[in-house]
């Protein structure tokens, strides 16, 4: 498995030490954090570095998201995979400042490929209800929502109301 992907504006790598203080930076706005079904709060330089050490533990595609500077590379979100083969579920984040650029719908394209180089056929994932920037990314990228028992479709459970729970063919 490829540990990075390159887009037109993006770079996306499996995190590293260096990377512990901007994302605990990152996952102090509280707007990104709500977002995500499980991230502890406050976010500190512990949870950051385990993170970190369980990117790449299965094989599965998990990135950082950063952008090119003059000065380097600056963090701008994160994306990847969780789950079993049957169940595999995208999770992606953007921090807040760059939020309205379409960098989640650039990262979770370029995911979307990496899984599917991988041999997977198709991928699950999660909004909340209220969360319409999500919902409009998962649609660009060809998602549809499902109800969690539908039949012909072997989907993980439902665990929260509050969340629609989508699937993509690859």
Not at 110 to 116: K, R, V
Request: net charge neutral; with cysteine.
């Amino acid at each position: 498995m490829s540990t990075s992907q390159r887009t037109d504006r993006l770079i996306l790598r499996a995190g590293q030490v260096k990377d512990i203080d901007a994302l605990v930076s990152a996952m102090s706005e509280h707007d990104v954090v709500s977002q995500l079904s499980s991230v502890p709060w406050p976010y500190s330089s512990a949870d950051a570095r385990k993170f970190i050490e369980r990117m790449q533990r299965d094989g599965l595609p998990r990135y950082l998201i950063f952008e090119a500077t003059d000065s380097g590379e600056r963090l701008v979100g994160g994306c990847g995979v969780t789950g079993s083969a049957e169940h595999l579920k995208i999770g992606y984040w953007v921090h807040k400042a760059h939020w309205g650029r379409g960098i989640a719908t650039e990262a979770v394209s370029a995911l979307l490929g990496a899984i599917a180089n991988q041999g997977y056929d198709r991928v699950f994932a999660e909004h909340k209800m209220e969360n319409v920037s999500s919902l409009r990314v998962l649609e660009k990228l060809g998602f549809v929502a499902i109800a969690a028992r539908e039949e012909g479709v072997n989907a993980p459970a439902k665990s929260d109301p509050s969340l629609v729970l989508r699937v993509k063919a690859l």
